[in-house]
C-alpha cells in the first residue's frame, strides 16, 4: 500500500525565549492509504496543534510533512491552497457550512474552488449524495436540517474532490449518539467502499473505535499506539478505554 | 493611563474607524467651505449689487447649514453605532477585567474626541484649500476677475464649524456613556456568537415580485415621459416609482440568483455562487435601506445636474438682448399723461443727462389689434409650436405691439447697431432671441417670406425687404412677443402702451455714482403737485448681469451643497453596511480559505461583492435620473449644453467620483482588513 501521509519529527512551539510550549514535540508516523486512522489525546495534548499542521492552517516550528510524496511544510502559501484544495477534504466539529447556501449548493462550492467544469458537478454529487443518503435534503439550507445532516453533507464536501486525504477534527463533537453512529457509519463505508484515507482526532473513545489504527498523544509525545486488527468494535472500544484510562483521561463508557 | 489605552486603541482600530475619521473630515471640510464663501468673495472684484448678493448667499447657507448640520449628525451617529457594536466584545472584557462603566465610557469619550479633534483640524485643512479652490472655480465659471490670489482664512467659518461639530461630537459623546451604561455582560462577550438568521425565500416569488417591479418602473416612466410634470398623475408616477424601487430591490437578488442558476456554467464557477448568495442574503434584511439610498442617489443626481442647468439658465438669460446701458420706462396709468420727452423732464427734474450720457433715445411703444395667432395663420400648427411660445398663440392669445420707424431707427442710431429702410407701405418685426432660441424670429422670418400683409386703420402693408430685426428697442425685452415697426403715420392713432428712454454712458462713467446723482436731485426736487411720472422703472445692463450672476452662484453652490451632503450619507451609509456585513461573515470566508481557496480569489469575490452593492443602487438612481431629467428637460429646455454646463459637469462628476469612489475604496479596504485579521 502506498504511503499517503508521512509525519516526521514534527515540532510545535509556542511562546518566546523563556517560556517556550512545546505543543507538538518530536512526532513520527505514516498512514497508508485507505487507513482510517484515529488521533486520541486530552485536551492540550497537542492533537489540535498537530491536525492543524498537518492541515497547513499552521506551520510547523520544525520537521517535516510529506503528503504523497510532497514536503508541504515548504511550499509556499499560494501552492498551500492549491494542495489544501486539490489533496485535503476537511470535516469540522462545527460543521463549517455556509447558511446561505443549500446543501447542494455547499458541496458543490468544493469542486467550484477547484475550478471543475459545471457538467461534471452535477452527476459527482448526485453519486456522492446517494452514497451518504442525503439526496432528499439537497434542496435544503443548513438551518432546515439536522445535526446529523449538516455533517454527513460536510463529509460529502470533504470527500467529493477525491482528496488524498481526509481530516475530520472531533466531527462527532457536536452530535447526539444516533446522529453520531449514523455518521460514523457513513466515514467507514467511505473508507471501506472509496477507500478513502481519514485521519480523525476525537477524544471520545466511542467514536475512536471507529478506526482501524489509533495513535494516543500526550503533552506533545506518542504515548501508545493501537491496531484493531481482528477484533471487534466492542473489543476494540474496550482495549481504548484502558489507554484512556492509563493516559488518565476520558473514560466514559458508551455501551 | 486610560488615555494611553484609548489612543491604542484607536490606532489599532484605525481601519475601522477609516469610514466614520473619512466622513467626519469630508463634513468638517464641506462645512467649512460653503460657509466661509462671504469672506472669500475678498479675492473677487465686485461691484455693489454683486456684494449684496454675497451678503445674501452668505445668509442662505448659514440656514442650509443647520438642516446639513443635523444630517451630517445623524449619519456621524450611525457609523459611530456601527463602531460600538463592533468592540462589544474587546468592552466585555473590560468589564470582567473589572474595569468600571465608568471608565470605559470615558475611554470611549477620550477616543471621539481624539478622533474628533483630528477630524476637525484635518478637515479644516482641507476645507481652507479648498475654498480657494472653489473661489477660483467660481471665479473662472463667471468670469469675474480674481483681483490677486491670496490666501484667505475665514475665523468665523472656522468658529461656526468647531462648534457645530462640537455639539455633534457632545451628543455622540452622550449617546455612548448612555450605551455604554446598558451594556449587558453575557451579550457582549457572545456578541461576536450571535448571527442573523438567514430566512429563506422562495426564488419563484423573487422573479414575480422582480416583473412586478419593472411593470411598475415602466408605467411610472411612461406617465412622467408623457404627461410630463405638470400633471395630477405625477403623484400617481412617483409613487408607482417608489415601489418599483423598493420591489426592484427587495427581488433582484433573488431574480438574479434564478438567472444564473439557469446558466450553470456560470453559476458554478468559482466563487460566483458563494457572491451571489451573500448578496442575496444581505439584501433580503437590508432592501429597504438600498432603495432609500438608491432614491437619495436620484436625487443628488437630479439636485447636481438640475443645478448646473438652472444656475446655467440663469446665466443665458443674459443672454437677452441688452443693447442700452440702461433704459427708463413710463406706462400710461389711468389718465395721466406721459411726459412726451422723458430727457427733458429728468433734465428739468436737475439730473444731470448731458453729464453722463453720450447718446439716448425715445421709444414709444403702441398696442395694435393684431393677434400673434392673425399672423401666424396658415403657417404655423399650433400643436408643433414649443410650450414655451404656445400661449401667445391661443385663442385670445397676445396682440403684437408696434413702434414707429424714425423711433426706432433713432434708438438704433443712438446704440450703433443697423438702421431699417422701408417703403410707406411696408412693415417689420422685431423678434430678439431669447437664450440663443430663435425659434420667434425664424417664424417671424417664414411669415414675412409668405408674404403676409397687415392692414391697420384702413391701410394695407406689406412685407418690407429683410424685414426682420432682433434688435430690440428697450432693455431686457423677456417675453419674446413680436412688435411691429410702422412707417411713422400708421401708428399716430394707435394706444400707447410705455415710453421709453434708453441712454448709452460716457466712456468711464460709473453707473453707480449716475445713479446717486439722480437719487438725490429726485429727492431734492420732489413736489407733491406734480403728477407726471418720470419713469415708473428702469433696467441697468450691469445690473442684470450682476443680479443673474448672484443667482446662478446661489443656485449653483446651494446644489452643490445638499448634492454633496447626499452624497456622502448615501456612500458612507452603503460602506458601513458592507462592513458591517463582511464583519459579520468573517467566518464564511475563513471557511473559504480552510476549503482552499486562493487569496485573490477570496479577494476578488469580497471586491465584486462590495461593486454590486455599491453600482447597484447607482445604476438605477442613474436610469431614474435619466428619465427625470429628460422631463424636466422638456419642460423648461434648461438642459442647454454649452461649454460652461459641460465644465460644470465634469466638476460634478469628479466630486461624485471622488466622494462615491473614495467610500468604495474605503469598503473595499476595510473589508480586506477585516478579514486578515481574523485569518488566524
Known amino acids: 500500500m502506498e504511503t499517503i501521509l508521512s509525519v516526521q519529527d514534527l515540532e510545535k512551539y509556542y511562546g518566546g525565549k523563556n517560556n517556550v510550549t512545546k505543543a507538538v514535540d518530536g512526532i513520527s508516523f505514516t498512514v497508508a492509504e485507505g487507513q482510517f486512522m484515529g488521533i486520541m489525546g486530552a485536551s492540550g495534548s497537542g492533537k489540535t496543534t498537530l491536525l492543524n499542521c498537518i492541515s497547513t492552517i499552521d506551520r510547523a516550528t520544525s520537521g517535516h510533512i510529506y503528503v504523497r510524496g510532497t514536503d508541504i511544510t515548504e511550499l509556499s502559501s499560494k501552492r498551500l491552497s492549491k494542495f489544501r484544495r486539490s489533496e485535503l477534504g476537511f470535516i469540522f466539529q462545527d460543521f463549517n457550512l455556509l447558511d446561505t447556501l443549500t446543501a447542494y449548493e455547499n458541496i458543490a462550492l468544493a469542486l467550484t474552488i477547484l475550478k471543475t467544469p459545471a457538467r461534471e458537478i452535477a452527476p459527482r454529487i448526485k453519486l456522492m449524495a446517494e452514497r451518504l443518503e442525503i439526496q432528499d435534503i439537497l434542496q435544503k439550507y443548513p438551518s432546515q436540517m439536522s445535526g446529523g445532516q449538516k455533517q454527513r453533507v460536510a463529509a460529502a464536501r470533504a470527500i467529493i474532490t477525491h482528496p488524498s486525504l481526509i481530516l475530520a477534527d472531533e466531527p462527532t463533537g457536536a452530535l447526539d449518539s444516533k446522529s453520531a453512529r449514523l455518521l460514523l457509519e457513513s466515514l467507514e463505508t467511505l473508507n471501506r467502499d472509496l477507500s478513502a484515507t481519514i485521519l480523525m482526532v476525537t477524544h471520545d473513545a466511542f467514536t475512536a473505535s471507529y478506526c482501524s489504527r489509533i495513535l494516543f498523544i500526550k503533552d506533545g509525545r506518542i504515548f501508545n499506539e493501537l491496531q484493531r486488527g481482528t477484533d471487534t468494535r466492542k473489543q476494540f472500544f474496550d482495549r481504548i478505554i484502558e489507554v484512556v484510562a492509563l493516559l488518565g483521561g476520558d473514560s466514559t463508557n458508551v455501551f | ?680
Request: aromatic letters at 12%.
Open chain 2, 1 to 680: 493611563m486610560f488615555s494611553k489605552i484609548a489612543f491604542k486603541n484607536t490606532m489599532r482600530s484605525i481601519r475601522d474607524y477609516a469610514v466614520y475619521f473619512f466622513t467626519m473630515t469630508l463634513g468638517v471640510c464641506l462645512f467649512y467651505m460653503f460657509n466661509s464663501i462671504g469672506e472669500q468673495q475678498a479675492m473677487l472684484v465686485l461691484s455693489e449689487t454683486q456684494k449684496q448678493n454675497v451678503q445674501r448667499l452668505t445668509e442662505m447657507m448659514g440656514y442650509v447649514s443647520i438642516f446639513v448640520s443635523f444630517i451630517l449628525g445623524f449619519l456621524i451617529l450611525y457609523a459611530n453605532r456601527f463602531l460600538i457594536r463592533r468592540r462589544k466584545k474587546e468592552m466585555g472584557i473590560y468589564l470582567t477585567l473589572g474595569m468600571s462603566r465608568f471608565r470605559i465610557s470615558g475611554m470611549l469619550i477620550g477616543e471621539t474626541l481624539l478622533i474628533g479633534i483630528f477630524s476637525l483640524g484635518i478637515g479644516l485643512l482641507v476645507g481652507t484649500f479648498g475654498a480657494q479652490a472653489l473661489s477660483v472655480f467660481t471665479a473662472r465659471l463667471f468670469q469675474a476677475d480674481l483681483s490677486g490670489f491670496y490666501f484667505i482664512f475665514s475665523r468665523e467659518a472656522c468658529l461656526k464649524t468647531v462648534l457645530y461639530f462640537g455639539v455633534i461630537f457632545l451628543v455622540i459623546m452622550a449617546f455612548n456613556t448612555v450605551s455604554v451604561s446598558r451594556l449587558r455582560l453575557i451579550e457582549l462577550l457572545y456578541a461576536d456568537r450571535q448571527n442573523e438568521k438567514y430566512r429563506v425565500k422562495n426564488l419563484w416569488i423573487s422573479v414575480a415580485v422582480f416583473v412586478l417591479s419593472i411593470l411598475c418602473l415602466g408605467t411610472a416612466y411612461a406617465i412622467v415621459l408623457k404627461d410630463g410634470m405638470f400633471q395630477e398623475s405625477l403623484s400617481t408616477a412617483v409613487i408607482l416609482g417608489i415601489i418599483g424601487t423598493v420591489l426592484f430591490f427587495f427581488s433582484l437578488s433573488g431574480f438574479l440568483l434564478r438567472l444564473m442558476q439557469a446558466g450553470k456554467k456560470w453559476y458554478y464557477k468559482n466563487l460566483n455562487m458563494f457572491v451571489l448568495r451573500q448578496i442575496n442574503a444581505r439584501i433580503n434584511t437590508a432592501f429597504l435601506s438600498i432603495s432609500v439610498i438608491c432614491l437619495m442617489l436620484f436625487v443628488t443626481i437630479c439636485t447636481l445636474a438640475g443645478g448646473m442647468s438652472i444656475s446655467n439658465l440663469v446665466a443665458s438669460q443674459n443672454e437677452i438682448d441688452m443693447p442700452y446701458d440702461i433704459s427708463f420706462t413710463c406706462y400710461p396709468v389711468e389718465d395721466i399723461q406721459l411726459p412726451e420727452d422723458m430727457g427733458a423732464r429728468m433734465e428739468e427734474k436737475g439730473i444731470p443727462l448731458g453729464k453722463y450720457a453720450k447718446a439716448r433715445s425715445q421709444v414709444t411703444v403702441y398696442m395694435t389689434d393684431i393677434s400673434h395667432m392673425e399672423m401666424a395663420q396658415g403657417i404655423l400648427n399650433i400643436s408643433e409650436i414649443d410650450p414655451l411660445v404656445r400661449p401667445y398663440f391661443e385663442e385670445e392669445g397676445v396682440i403684437l405691439r408696434a413702434v414707429s420707424l424714425s423711433e426706432y431707427n433713432s434708438a438704433m442710431k443712438a446704440c450703433g447697431r443697423s438702421e431699417m429702410r422701408m417703403a410707406e407701405d411696408q412693415y417689420g418685426i422685431i423678434s430678439p432671441a431669447i437664450s440663443q432660441n430663435t425659434m420667434m424670429q425664424d417664424l417671424a422670418r417664414q411669415i414675412m417670406e409668405d408674404g403676409k400683409t397687415i392692414s391697420l386703420g384702413g391701410k394695407t402693408y406689406t412685407p418690407a425687404p429683410e424685414g426682420v430685426s432682433g434688435n430690440s428697442v428697450t432693455n431686457r425685452d423677456y417675453s419674446g412677443t413680436w412688435i411691429l415697426i410702422l412707417p411713422d403715420e400708421a401708428v399716430k392713432n394707435l394706444e400707447i402702451s410705455q415710453r421709453v428712454l434708453n441712454l448709452m454712458y460716457k466712456d468711464g462713467v460709473k453707473e453707480d455714482e449716475f445713479l446717486n446723482t439722480m437719487d438725490y436731485e429726485l429727492a431734492q426736487n420732489a413736489s407733491s403737485a406734480d403728477t407726471a411720472p418720470i419713469y415708473h422703472m428702469y433696467v441697468s445692463r450691469q445690473q442684470e448681469i450682476d443680479n443673474a450672476l448672484g443667482v446662478r452662484i446661489m443656485v449653483l453652490y446651494l446644489a452643490l451643497y445638499i448634492g454633496i451632503v447626499f452624497l456622502i450619507v448615501s456612500a458612507a451609509v452603503l460602506a458601513l453596511q458592507q462592513l458591517s456585513d463582511v464583519s459579520d461573515s468573517v467566518g464564511r470566508y475563513a471557511l473559504l480559505r480552510k476549503l482552499g481557496a486562493e487569496e485573490s480569489m477570496v479577494n476578488r469575490a469580497l471586491i465584486s461583492q462590495t461593486a454590486i452593492y455599491f453600482f447597484i443602487p447607482l445604476l438605477l438612481a442613474i436610469v431614474h435620473s435619466i428619465v427625470g431629467l429628460t422631463v424636466v428637460n422638456r419642460e423648461f429646455s434648461i438642459l442647454y449644453m454649452g461649454a460652461q454646463m459641460l465644465e460644470g459637469a465634469i466638476f460634478a462628476g469628479t466630486i461624485f467620483l471622488l466622494v462615491y469612489g473614495g467610500y468604495f475604496i474605503l469598503a473595499c479596504l476595510g473589508s480586506r482588513a477585516m478579514l486578515r485579521r481574523t485569518r488566524r
